[in-house]
């Protein structure tokens, strides 16, 4: 599991967020190898109307912290990842 923050560019009017305007980004990607697991984080940023994903820090999750219940309790963005593969949080500023 890889944990990404990220801004993207929005393309389109979202809540609070003006075209053209910088977003970051939290993204949750359940893959074993950081260069797809970075690929896919871009891409399903893209999806949702972003564009120029950028990628400032990333962390590996062991499958000690994925599993532990403390973790999981606190952070819903990693259980909605391991439930569905990823998840993506948006930062309002």
């Keep these: ?5 990220a801004t993207a560019e929005a393309t389109k009017a979202f809540d ?3 075209p053209g305007q910088k977003a970051p980004f939290i993204v949750y990607i359940n893959f074993k190898d950081l260069f ?5 984080c871009k891409v399903l940023v893209m999806r949702e109307g972003f ?12 499958p000690e ?6 973790i999981l309790d606190a952070d ?6 391991l439930q569905a593969g990823f998840a993506i949080q948006l930062f309002n500023e």
């Design 16 to 18: 609070g967020i003006e």
């Design 1 to 5: 599991m890889y944990v990404f923050s």
């Design 36 to 40: 797809g697991a970075e690929t896919l």
């Design 65 to 70: 912290k994925c599993q532990d219940q403390r």
């Design 76 to 81: 819903k963005g990693l259980r909605e990842a």
């Design 51 to 62: 564009k120029d994903v950028v990628i400032e820090k990333r962390q590996w999750l062991t």
